[in-house]
């Protein structure tokens, strides 16, 4: 039974930072690129980063450029995003899931994780 499982959410002050945590249950990740995705109350899901399977290169969108990194150790079968200097606008529904290569487009992502609550708010 494949599974992926967040951890590291909660709730932080505006400029305060947390670091998601997915991990791979069943499966062998390093042949996958993995994407962090979130999703806001009212709001369609929206990609937020990804790393590849190969050189790990990395795909942030403009909102959190500078602030987040998204790293990935495969021998742990764990992919992290590290956030920092998080504002409101960061609050969602955070979920980590499986692509071919790296990529932001949803249908391409496979194995998703149950989510995990992140909120920003003073």
């Known amino acids: 039974q494949v599974q992926l499982v967040e951890s590291g959410g909660g709730w932080v002050q505006p400029g305060g930072s947390l670091t998601l945590s997915c991990t791979a249950v069943?499966?062998?990740?390093?042949?996958?690129?993995v994407g962090w995705w979130r999703q806001a109350p009212g709001k369609e899901r929206e990609g937020v980063s990804c790393?590849?399977?190969?050189?790990?290169?990395?795909y942030y969108r403009d909102s959190v450029k500078g602030r987040f990194t998204i790293s990935r150790d495969n021998a742990a079968n764990i992919v992290t995003m590290q956030m920092d200097n998080l504002q409101p606008e960061d609050t969602g529904v955070y979920y980590c899931?499986?692509?071919?290569?790296?990529?932001?487009?949803?249908?391409?992502?496979?194995?998703w994780g149950q989510g995990i609550q992140v909120t920003v708010s003073s």
């Open positions: 899931a499986t692509a071919p290569r790296l990529t932001m487009y949803r249908p391409h992502f496979g194995t």
């Open positions: 069943g499966f062998t990740l390093e042949y996958y690129a």
């Open positions: 790393i590849s399977n190969n050189y790990q290169q990395p």
